[in-house]
């Protein structure tokens, strides 16, 4: 089942037009339980594994009986995500994590693998499992994806002075036609329904908000990084329920059936935000960084 997220209130760049040039693409993944195999786009599914490479698990030691396998947390074909940066032939990305806090700042450690889903013959039947995690709420539930693209702007933060003093101006958009009820908080308005989509993404702008935005070098050659995959604790929250899909909207508050509709994968990373993977733009080989936000 597709998901569709409902039209944005307006289009921000009627008001501020300074924005047209920041838009990015961004591609939503609407993770939903369901059983997958290793030739589906999937969060917490089968990866299509070579029965012939060996398995990753951690270099760290986390006691018992010996290294920690590392667990599937998300597999993305190009078919299904066309934004996805992928070198040469490459069509999947496979990323799997140590279910185990590490430093600096107590999370997973990832581990990203691109390969081409034709080279692989012989898919791994029984992966290692871990022999145990840190938190339950780092081994995502198998769900199925159902990619959808939509239009992102950045973090009021990343923007100019001049930019953010005129989004935080009611009188701008009361001048813009824009109904009252969005020009009581508009720099709220803005962040919460016109900038980025809540929940599981690819590429768009990042999502900051347990920290203000810091720069984001590469650590071989200094060039800004993009983002890659944003790993969540939730598809929406009370203060993102626009961004809920069409399809979901019925349901959106939770039933007996689904308790918490609005964590499907059921991941919990530090205490409900989410894990941001990004990459450098100059090569895939340059390791990528992960930053809880
Ligand atoms: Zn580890
Ligand atoms: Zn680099």
């Not at 030739?39 to 990753?56: I, K, R, T, Y």
């Not at 938190?135 to 995502?140: C, K, M, N, R, S």
């Not at 702008?205 to 990084?225: E, I, K």
Request: hydrophobic share 35%; with cysteine.
């Amino acid at each position: 089942m597709s998901r569709t997220t409902p039209p944005r209130p307006l289009d921000v760049t009627a008001v501020f037009p300074q924005l047209a040039p920041l838009a990015r693409t961004a591609t939503r993944l609407h993770p939903r339980p369901g059983s997958a195999t290793p030739h589906d786009s999937s969060v917490g599914g089968p990866l299509l594994w070579p029965a012939d490479e060996p398995w990753p698990h951690c270099d760290e030691w986390h006691g018992g009986p010996g290294p920690v396998a590392m667990v599937p947390v998300a597999q993305l074909y190009v078919r299904d995500i066309p934004l996805l940066r992928t070198p040469g032939r490459a069509d999947l990305l496979q990323v799997l994590w140590c279910p185990f806090d590490h430093e600096p700042d107590d999370k997973p450690l990832t581990a990203l693998f691109r390969r081409t889903a034709a080279d692989v013959t012989e898919v791994l039947a029984a992966p290692p499992e871990p022999f145990d995690v840190e938190y339950e709420g780092y081994v995502p539930k198998p769900c199925l994806l159902a990619p959808e693209q939509i239009t992102e702007y950045p973090n009021p933060l990343e923007l100019d002075k001049e930019l953010q003093q005129q989004l935080a101006d009611g009188g701008r958009w009361r001048a813009a036609g824009v109904d009252n009820r969005y020009v009581l908080a508009p720099d709220e308005f803005y962040w919460n329904e016109l900038s980025v989509a809540p929940g599981w993404k690819v590429g768009g702008w990042t999502r900051w908000g347990l920290t203000d935005p810091v720069a984001r070098l590469c650590p071989v050659c200094g060039t800004g990084m993009d983002p890659l995959l944003t790993i969540a604790s939730s598809e929406w929250r009370s203060h993102t329920e626009s961004w809920i899909p069409s399809e979901d909207q019925a349901l959106a508050t939770g039933s007996l059936d689904d308790p918490e509709p609005w964590n499907p994968t059921r991941l919990d990373l530090a205490r409900g935000y989410d894990l941001q993977l990004h990459v450098c733009p100059v090569s895939p080989e340059h390791p990528h960084i992960g930053l809880i936000q």
